[in-house]
Nanobody, 118 residues
Framework: QVQLVESGGGLVQPGGSLRLSCAAS????????MGWYRQAPGKQRELVAL???????NYANSVKGRFTISRDNAKNTVYLQMNNLKPEDTAVYYC????????????WGQGTQVTVSS
């Protein structure tokens, strides 16, 4: 069982920045593909950014050029740097861990609220 704990959410004005962190309890953190998802009220959960075990990254078109995902395997932590935030980025952001080896278990954090408003 892997515990994921997100932090760093909050209220920010449009154009501002936030950095989300997700600390994982997994002793083999480096074998997990890590992702950030978000869910706005009345909408489905969507992928925001993904980072593989080899540090390849993938982003939703809506956040490309503004958000950066990174990982620190020594600290069992994945980050999401969010710049030039827009009101449409308002959502609950969830950390996801997917094991890249059998068994392909998946875990979710409890979520952290990000609100972009003036």
């Amino acid at each position: 069982q892997v515990q994921l704990v997100e932090s760093g959410g909050g209220l920010v004005q449009p154009g501002g920045s936030l950095r989300l962190s997700c600390a994982a309890s997994a002793s083999t953190f480096s074998i997990y593909v890590m992702g950030w998802y978000r869910q706005a009220p009345g909408k489905q959960r969507e992928l925001v950014a993904l980072i593989t075990t080899g540090d390849s990254t993938n982003y939703a078109n809506s956040v490309k050029g503004r958000f950066t995902i990174s990982r620190d395997n020594a600290k069992n932590t994945v980050y999401l740097q969010m710049n030039n935030l827009k009101p449409e980025d308002t959502a609950v952001y969830y950390c996801n861990a997917r094991r890249s080896l059998v068994p392909y278990d998946t875990y979710w954090g409890q979520g952290t609220q990000v609100t972009v408003s003036s």
